[in-house]
């Protein structure tokens, strides 16, 4: 436990994988005096009550927010601005409110109409977490030795960035700060494209007859156990992802159907010494990333 409290109240606003394991981290360490969670689902209130992380669970947002200096949204990027705007007017002054979102210029946009002056907003996107979503699915070591990302405006309060950055480090990740555009088009091949990629894949599969779609499924080797992993993400995260990230997905897709393209010429020609050599560009890149600890 930390001596010293980072934030008396916390309100998580979306308690899914990302906000349910830093509540348990801000529980275990001590970071805040009380822990508020917020859910519109009946259902996920129940479970949230049952891990007994958290201190009091609403089922208003407004009411969840009220004397909390620090709010944490977990909901779909896409739901960002009507959920905001249903407790805006109870935020009080100077509070600091931050998300996890996989974008982060949308976010900025949306929220910029929404917020009263006197609120501190940090964007911020901890690059971490599973394809399982829920409550139940956190974890209190889901955040350690990876990456948060913050994303900061020329408006953002130098104060409420450290704050923010303290309590990710807390969760034991590196912060690093990065701009919005810049981080929106990275995200995208690193994150977004993967997953486009695997849905189609194994959407390709689903659209397959029934007896060779059972075959696939029985004899799946890994690389396509991998694919399903990834294919079975929250749908309505990355259904928003890949609208509010529309400029930076297409981009970087339209590189991969062009590399895509010359990858299929070198395999009808034979081309030897060209897949070679991609495949040699390929290790070299998986080598960096295991000598980075992002494996």
Same mark, same amino acid.
Not at 10 to 28: D, E, M, Q
Not at 172 to 187: K, N, P, R, S, T
């Given at each position: 436990?930390?001596?010293?409290?980072?934030?008396?109240?916390?309100?998580?606003?979306?308690?899914?994988?990302?906000?349910?394991?830093?509540?348990?981290?801000?529980?275990?360490?001590?970071?805040?005096?009380?822990?508020?969670?917020?859910?519109?689902?009946? !259902?996920?209130?129940?479970?949230?009550?049952? +891990?007994?992380?958290?201190?009091? *669970?609403?089922?208003?947002?407004? @009411?969840?927010?009220?004397?909390?200096?620090?709010?944490? +949204?977990? *909901?779909?990027?896409?739901?960002?601005?009507?959920?905001?705007?249903?407790?805006?007017?109870?935020?009080?002054?100077?509070?600091?409110?931050?998300?996890?979102?996989?974008?982060?210029?949308?976010?900025?946009?949306?929220?910029?109409?929404?917020?009263?002056?006197?609120?501190?907003?940090?964007?911020?996107?901890?690059?971490?977490?599973?394809?399982?979503? &829920?409550?139940?699915?956190?974890?209190?070591?889901?955040?350690?030795?990876?990456?948060?990302?913050?994303?900061?405006?020329?408006?953002?309060?130098?104060? !409420?960035?450290?704050?923010?950055?303290?309590?990710?480090?807390?969760?034991?990740?590196?912060?690093? @700060?990065?701009?919005?555009?810049?981080?929106?088009?990275? +995200?995208?091949?690193?994150?977004?494209?993967?997953?486009?990629?695997?849905?189609?894949?194994?959407?390709?599969?689903? @659209?397959? @007859?029934?007896?060779?779609?059972?075959?696939?499924?029985?004899?799946?080797?890994?690389?396509?156990?991998?694919?399903?992993?990834?294919?079975?993400?929250?749908?309505?995260?990355?259904?928003?992802?890949?609208?509010?990230?529309?400029?930076?997905?297409?981009?970087?897709? &339209?590189?991969?159907?062009?590399? +895509?393209?010359?990858?299929?010429?070198?395999?009808?020609?034979?081309?030897?010494?060209?897949?070679?050599?991609?495949?040699?560009?390929?290790?070299? *890149?998986?080598? &960096?990333?295991?000598?980075?600890?992002?494996?």
């Amino acid at each position: 436990m930390t001596s010293v409290k980072l934030f008396k109240t916390i309100a998580f606003i979306g308690f899914g994988l990302i906000n349910s394991s830093l509540a348990r981290v801000v529980k275990t360490k001590g970071l805040a005096e009380k822990i508020h969670a917020y859910s519109r689902s009946e !259902a996920t209130r129940a479970k949230i009550k049952k +891990l007994n992380i958290v201190d009091n *669970i609403y089922d208003n947002s407004a @009411e969840a927010v009220k004397g909390a200096d620090l709010v944490i +949204l977990g *909901i779909p990027v896409g739901a960002t601005r009507d959920t905001v705007s249903t407790f805006a007017s109870s935020l009080s002054p100077g509070t600091i409110i931050t998300d996890v979102g996989s974008v982060k210029q949308s976010v900025i946009d949306k929220l910029s109409s929404v917020l009263p002056e006197n609120i501190n907003f940090v964007p911020a996107h901890p690059i971490a977490g599973t394809e399982k979503s &829920g409550p139940e699915a956190g974890f209190e070591t889901l955040f350690e030795g990876h990456w948060c990302v913050i994303t900061p405006t020329k408006n953002t309060d130098k104060e !409420a960035i450290k704050k923010v950055t303290k309590i990710w480090e807390s969760a034991g990740m590196q912060v690093a @700060e990065m701009d919005a555009q810049y981080h929106d088009l990275v +995200l995208a091949i690193t994150s977004h494209i993967p997953h486009l990629v695997a849905y189609s894949i194994v959407g390709t599969v689903a @659209e397959l @007859e029934d007896h060779l779609k059972t075959e696939v499924i029985k004899y799946a080797a890994g690389g396509f156990r991998d694919f399903t992993r990834i294919a079975g993400s929250d749908p309505v995260m990355w259904r928003d992802i890949f609208i509010d990230n529309k400029e930076a997905v297409l981009e970087m897709l &339209g590189r991969f159907i062009e590399d +895509l393209t010359a990858l299929q010429k070198s395999i009808r020609w034979e081309d030897k010494e060209a897949l070679e050599s991609l495949f040699n560009k390929t290790r070299l *890149i998986r080598k &960096g990333v295991v000598a980075l600890k992002q494996d």
